[in-house]
């Protein structure tokens, strides 16, 4: 039976590449205060890495992309399920 698995990371230069791939947890904590826990005059470039891998029970595949961003000040938009690099909140989006 064929398998997909789906994992995003958040990479900010100025925490220290923190959280990487332990975003959930972070977003569950801190929420929109991200913004505010980088200080004026300090790097706010940030990178989401995003992964699926597909298994078809004898050979397994795994697709990355990367998208490279900032931080905003203060958190814009609505709030939702995932995280966005050009609004600082979490933003739900559907496709199909």
């Not at 004026?40 to 050979?59: E, I, L, N, T």
Request: aromatic share 8%.
């Amino acid at each position: 039976m064929p398998l997909f698995v789906e994992h995003g990371a958040l990479y900010i230069d100025h925490l220290n590449q923190y959280p990487g791939p332990m975003v959930r947890l972070f977003w569950e904590k801190l929420g929109d205060t991200i913004c505010s826990l980088i200080p004026d005059g300090a790097s706010r470039a940030a990178r989401v890495v995003q992964k699926v891998c597909y298994c078809d029970g004898k050979r397994l595949q795994v697709f990355e992309a990367t998208v490279k961003g900032t931080i905003l000040r203060e958190a814009q938009g609505q709030g939702g399920i995932h995280w966005s690099l050009s609004s600082c909140r979490p933003v739900h989006t559907r496709s199909g």
